[in-house]
């Protein structure tokens, strides 16, 4: 299957691509789009569903964003500072820094639902 991404011109919008690819579960352009060896295996992600992606901020070649998916009925967040690099006139993915949050209480549930999260996916988590 081919997906259409758009032109990614800065980080930002090659970050919200590769979100889209995540989405999509689409190897090529992930592993096409980094300048990682380390590639894409989707048998890592059979059972994750992506469910929001918040772009935090984005300044010179750096975007911070959440990311929100379901495994198992469980939510989790990626919350992460990304570096990327123009590479021959294409934006890539460089590397990344971690931060351990945590899903608010009284944050929207990622789900959708509208509800606070507390008052919705919350109750299943571990
Ligand atoms: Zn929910």
């Known amino acids: 299957m081919n ?4 032109k990614a ?3 930002e919008q090659l970050m919200r691509n590769r979100y889209e690819a995540f989405v999509n579960k689409d190897g ?18 059979l ?3 992506w469910l929001k992606l918040d772009v935090i901020s984005a300044k010179d070649n750096t975007v911070e964003f959440k990311a929100y998916y ?3 009925g469980v939510i989790h967040l990626l919350h992460e500072k990304s570096n ?3 590479v021959d006139g294409m934006w890539k993915y460089d590397n990344g820094e971690l931060f351990n949050s945590k899903i608010g209480r ?3 549930c990622p789900c959708g639902s509208s509800k606070k999260f507390k ?8």
Request: charged share 25%.
């Open 3 to 6: 997906f259409i991404y758009k």
């Open 28 to 45: 090529d352009y992930l592993n096409n789009t980094t300048t990682q060896t380390t590639f894409y295996d989707k048998t890592h992600y």
């Open 119 to 126: 008052k919705c996916c919350m109750k299943n988590q571990l």
């Open 9 to 11: 011109l800065t980080p």
């Open 106 to 108: 009284n944050e929207s």
């Open 84 to 86: 990327f690099i123009e």
């Open 47 to 49: 059972n994750t569903e």
């Open 70 to 72: 379901r495994e198992d």
